[in-house]
């Protein structure tokens, strides 16, 4: 597979599975090794087209957005909560994995643990689906209260293990924490846009020597072509998963990690 075709492939692949608690980085952990492309090489680039994704929860979500900002200036009380639990959500997971970047990073590297990962947080979903209790119905991201909101924040720290999930770690932290599935699942999408941006920003600059001298085979010109393709595919997934989840909840993507664990398992022994 040439470098533009394996692009737009893990574009694809990360659009689809940014947003849904089945692991981005796992599944583009995996997709690398499915194309024969060389993961270190593509470690960089599996990271920096995840803004592509988050660049489509701000355009689906321009509006809420638009109001907190104005919020914020105006010092309205509803601006100012919702910016708060965003920036403290974001918290423990900008400082911890500051600290421990050369540990997670070494981790991208090994699609070993994917597996085991996914299927752990298939476990996990199907256990807190049947015993959380949603308490939090009428409140919205904006109203959810400092100890939810950081334990929230933790959650998402668990993501740093590829084959976590962020999306999945912050909603069933959430669901646990009795908050209601529609807003677990727009907060966990709100808590990414500073998360990914945070993690590219971090990729990018740590790397930016190697991209400069072309020591790596990966460019920007296929960096721009997953962005898009992941921005385009994340907007219509992004669209359809509230309206599922609020239906269906999130069992039926604890199955597919269970299954897609195990015949990842099955690949790895015999590749």
């Known amino acids: 597979m040439n470098d533009f075709l394996t692009a737009i492939f893990l574009g694809i692949v990360e659009g689809l599975t940014e947003f849904i608690p ?5 599944h583009l952990i995996l997709a690398t090794e499915i194309s024969g492309a060389d993961p270190n090489e593509w470690a960089m680039f599996n990271v920096v087209i995840q803004l592509g994704a988050i660049l489509a929860v701000v355009y689906q979500y321009w509006g809420t957005f638009w109001s907190a900002g ?14 708060r639990n965003i920036l403290l959500g974001f918290l423990p997971s900008a400082v911890i994995g500051f600290a421990l970047y050369e540990s997670f990073e070494a981790m991208l590297g090994n699609p070993g643990i994917v597996p085991w990962a996914l299927i752990a947080g298939g476990i996990a979903i199907i256990v807190i689906e049947r015993v ?21 924040g933790f ?15 912050t909603i069933m932290g ?17 808590l990414a846009v500073p998360t990914m941006i945070g ?61 897609a664990g195990t015949a990842a398992l099955i690949w790895l022994s015999i590749a």
């Open 22 to 26: 089945v692991s981005s980085t796992g």
């Open 70 to 83: 104005m919020g914020v200036l105006k010092g309205e009380r509803e601006g100012l909560m919702f910016a």
């Open 132 to 152: 959380a209790q949603p308490r939090d119905e009428g409140r919205g991201v904006a109203e959810l209260p400092l100890k939810k909101v950081l334990g929230v």
């Open 155 to 169: 959650a998402q720290c668990l993501a740093m293990v590829p084959g976590v999930s962020r999306s999945g770690a």
């Open 174 to 190: 959430a669901l646990a924490m009795g908050i209601n599935r529609k807003t677990a699942a727009e907060f966990s999408f709100f």
């Open 199 to 259: 993690a590219s920003t971090l990729e990018v600059v740590t790397k930016y020597d190697e991209m400069m001298r072309g020591t790596t085979r990966v460019g920007w010109d296929e960096i721009a072509v997953g962005f898009v393709v992941s921005f385009i595919v994340a907007l219509v997934v992004i669209r359809a998963f509230v309206a599922f989840v609020s239906r269906s909840g999130f069992t039926p993507f604890a199955w597919y990690r269970i299954v």
